[in-house]
């Protein structure tokens, strides 16, 4: 199976080795999964109520490690700060207003295990969730 996945592209041979490693290629193969999901569909229509409302974009992510992931996002239509954002986007929780939502309803042991596990900074201290 690891041949076959060199031979497409998905994964490289580490020279010198036996051990492999995967490539940008394999990319593809999460946005094709992320653009074809159910989930995307149900939230869609409440993401854009919710931009009606509050003409501001809004956007549906999961907690994927110390990251969030972008499932979906609705425009508001003029971006004001310049921020795109497309499905598929990986950015650290911490430095996100929907990842921070996220972790603020995880309990402490949950959020220290996920701050072991990121290289980004800051996370909220202590005495902020209080």
Request: charged share 20%; glycine share 6%.
């Amino acid at each position: 199976m690891l041949n076959t996945l060199v031979d497409l592209g998905y994964v490289s041979r580490i020279p010198e080795s036996k051990r492999f490693s995967l490539t940008l290629k394999i990319l593809n193969l999460g946005f094709h999964a992320i653009a074809h999901t159910d989930l995307r569909s149900l939230v869609r229509p409440v993401l854009r109520g919710l931009v009606s409302e509050t003409s501001e974009a809004a956007s549906f992510a999961v907690l994927q490690g110390a990251d969030v992931l972008y499932l979906e996002r609705v425009r508001a239509g003029i971006t004001r700060l310049g921020v795109d954002i497309r499905i598929g986007t990986t950015v650290p929780a911490c430095q996100t207003a929907i990842g921070q939502s996220i972790l603020a309803f995880l309990s402490e042991q949950e959020v220290a295990r996920i701050e072991a596990r990121s290289s980004a900074t800051p996370f909220i201290s202590k005495r902020s969730r209080d």
